[in-house]
């Protein structure tokens, strides 16, 4: 199953790691402080997140043997932006492993890694660097 891992990289979940699950049926991950975001945020210390911040959208080849898939972070009307590696989403951004989401100028920063099955990695541009291995889902390195 295809999955999103999430490495929290500053606020108050900073150093820990998320496995995210990307079952077939859904589409968007949502960002924010409100209870039913996928990834969540705490109310009290990260303020510059707003309850529906941003979404990770993904859509998935129906047709058999086609890996197709594409990933994109959109900023829901957020109070402070969304931040895609340092700049302000104006609109719709793809998104590939490695990249660093920042929720608010100064707000909780993530870097994120896509895997479509099992030990393979979501093809990212030549030019961009991906991420390293990770152990195992359930353990964190």
Not at 33 to 40: F, Y
Not at 64 to 70: E, L, M, N
Not at 108 to 123: G, K, V, W, Y
Request: hydrophobic share 40%.
């Amino acid at each position: 199953m295809a999955r999103l891992i999430v490495h929290h990289l500053s606020g108050s979940k900073a150093g820990s790691d998320e496995i995210i699950p990307l079952p077939r049926y859904v589409s968007d991950i949502k960002l924010g402080r409100e209870v039913g975001c996928e990834i969540r945020f705490d109310p009290n210390d990260d303020g510059a997140v707003s309850r529906h911040h941003a979404a990770i959208r993904w859509q998935q080849s129906d047709n058999p043997g086609d890996s197709a898939t594409a990933f994109t972070l959109v900023d829901l009307m957020s109070s402070n932006g969304t931040y895609l590696n340092g700049r302000r989403l104006e609109a719709p951004a793809t998104i590939k492993n490695g990249d660093v989401i920042e929720l608010g100028r100064g707000g909780p920063s993530i870097r994120i890694t896509i895997e479509l099955a099992m030990n393979e990695r979501f093809a990212a541009p030549a030019t961009a660097s991906i991420a390293k291995v990770l152990p195992p889902a359930g353990k964190s390195g």
